[in-house]
């Protein structure tokens, strides 16, 4: 599964944990396939740690989930904060989930556990190390603006086989 995330400052390539994570990968997909990240901004920066994205306000304190409200965490033993590029779900707690994610700029195991892994950067770190370049205020939003253009979908193994998370906590459906 892979997406491409078209930025400001150029391009990232993802692949997103579809078999481990298939809510929040379904709720990722769904929302860039409305275009709901389109020119969003990333506005948490901080150096040596990550960057924030994917809320439409711009303010960090919004989004919603493609359920209209939060859902669960996803915690899958084999994805970790390992290195560089890792994608997770940005939350304030428990089962907080909605739209906004961020992208490692390191190794991070303390967040292990606490966070939704569900992708990594394959392509891109040229990119990746662009938007850590940028100065940030003093409460790390970048000077200059780091925009979230438009997302291509490349695969969506859930949408191929029409599998449907109609609820937040429900089980999937299988469309015919």
């Not at 996803?74 to 904060?81: F, I, S, T, W, Y």
């Not at 994608?87 to 909605?98: D, E, I, K, Q």
């Not at 190390?129 to 409460?139: F, G, I, N």
């Amino acid at each position: 599964m892979a997406v491409t995330l078209h930025t400001s400052l150029g391009d990232l390539k993802l692949e997103l944990y579809c078999d481990t994570t298939p809510r929040t990968s379904y709720n990722f997909l769904a929302l860039a396939a409305s275009n709901y990240y389109d020119n969003t901004l990333f506005h948490r920066n901080i150096k040596g740690f990550m960057v924030q994205g994917g809320d439409p306000t711009g303010t960090g304190k919004g989004g919603e989930s493609i359920w209209g409200g939060k859902f669960q965490d996803e915690l899958h033993p084999d994805n970790k904060h390992s290195k560089r590029g890792i994608v997770s779900m940005a939350n304030s707690g428990p089962n907080t989930n909605a739209s906004q994610f961020f992208i490692t700029y390191a190794k991070h195991a303390h967040l292990d556990g606490a966070y939704t892994v569900f992708g990594r950067v394959i392509d891109g770190l040229d990119t990746l190390d662009a938007m850590e370049r940028v100065p940030v205020d003093s409460k790390h939003r970048p000077s200059t603006s780091i925009t979230l253009e438009r997302i291509t979908i490349h695969a969506n193994p859930i949408a191929d086989q029409m599998v449907v998370y109609s609820t937040p906590t429900g089980p999937p459906e299988h469309q015919t």
